[in-house]
């Protein structure tokens, strides 16, 4: 039965509990504790389930020296509405028409997934780690449901004189009875999430959790925005030994019910609407 008091209700918080972006010096993931107050080395190898994979921009405002964030979409053909935390709005379009005013924005693919734990994070790609994860995707995301996925480490790529790493992803075998069982109710917690924020207008979409804890610890923020590849022949080094071994708590599901809503596959985007000037690694 429906009540009064939802019209009160603040919509519901991303469920995702790690935020990780790829780390092209260092060779490895990373995610922002807030604890902390830095970047956190991801342990690798890890494995993942893909529960859902969406379009956003993010980047650093340099005018206003803050963080960019848009909405997430969940096709290239919907609206993109960029921000910046402290300048405020810098663009609204589909993203081939609005690429070249985003002042320092840049195109991430935005991957939903399940950890081993059975817990929710996000895996941010721009990038030359992006086209990675499309090359790795595009003859066999029909698997993607059923079998883990693992960063078994990082390959090195070069262009002209610059050295970068893109992460190496390969298949880890496929889900037995028990974990498709924690995919499918991670999966019911993302859906319940998203069944909320895509019924939002693009420019009501609020920051995701990552973003806020970004801007929060500026400017750790600005360096996480402006990181760049590496340039020299030294290979980068291995995450320490001592670094924190558990990604995430394991997590309650909800057992909240949503509306019916079919899992997506994996979009990749048309050459008109990401051209290779968004998989360099710069």
């Given at each position: 039965m429906s009540s009064r008091r939802d019209e009160f209700k603040s919509g519901s918080s991303n469920p995702a509990k790690?935020?990780?972006?790829?780390?092209s010096n260092n060779a490895g993931f990373k995610f922002y504790d807030k604890e902390k107050g830095a970047n956190v080395p991801v342990k690798i190898p890890f494995k993942f389930v893909v529960l859902k994979t969406l379009h956003t921009v993010k980047g650093w405002h340099g005018k206003s020296e803050s963080?960019?964030?848009?909405?997430?979409?969940?096709?290239?053909?919907?609206?993109?509405?960029?921000?910046?935390?402290?300048?405020?709005?810098i663009a609204s379009g589909l993203y081939r028409d609005i690429k070249d005013k985003l002042q320092g924005g840049v195109y991430f693919k935005s991957i939903y997934v399940m950890l081993a734990d059975g817990s929710i994070a996000n895996i941010s790609l721009k990038g030359a780690a992006c086209a990675a994860w499309g090359e790795f995707t595009k003859k066999v995301s029909?698997?993607?449901?059923?079998?883990?996925?693992?960063?078994?480490?990082?390959?090195?790529?070069k262009n002209?004189?610059?050295?970068?790493?893109?992460?190496?992803?390969?298949?880890?075998?496929?889900?037995k009875e028990t974990e498709g069982q924690m995919a499918d109710a991670a999966y019911d917690v993302l859906k319940a999430y998203f069944n909320d924020y895509l019924s939002r207008k693009p420019e009501d979409a609020a920051p995701s959790a990552d973003e806020l804890l970004e801007e929060e610890a500026a400017p750790a923020s600005k360096a996480a925005h402006l990181d760049t590849p590496v340039s020299t022949s030294a290979k980068p080094a291995a995450p320490s030994p001592?670094?924190?071994?558990?990604?995430?708590?394991?997590?309650?599901?909800?057992?909240?019910?949503?509306?019916?809503?079919?899992?997506?596959?994996?979009?990749?985007?048309?050459?008109?609407?990401?051209?290779?000037?968004?998989?360099?690694?710069?």
């Open positions: 790690r935020f990780l972006e790829w780390d963080g960019i964030y848009s909405n997430e979409v969940t096709d290239m053909n919907q609206v993109l509405n960029v921000k910046s935390f402290k300048g405020g709005y029909n698997r993607l449901p059923d079998e883990w996925v693992a960063v078994s480490g990082a390959t090195d790529q002209g004189s610059v050295k970068y790493t893109v992460p190496a992803f390969e298949f880890k075998g496929s889900l001592s670094a924190p071994a558990p990604l995430v708590q394991p997590m309650v599901v909800s057992s909240t019910t949503a509306p019916e809503w079919t899992q997506p596959t994996v979009i990749i985007p048309t050459q008109d609407q990401i051209d290779e000037s968004d998989l360099l690694p710069f």
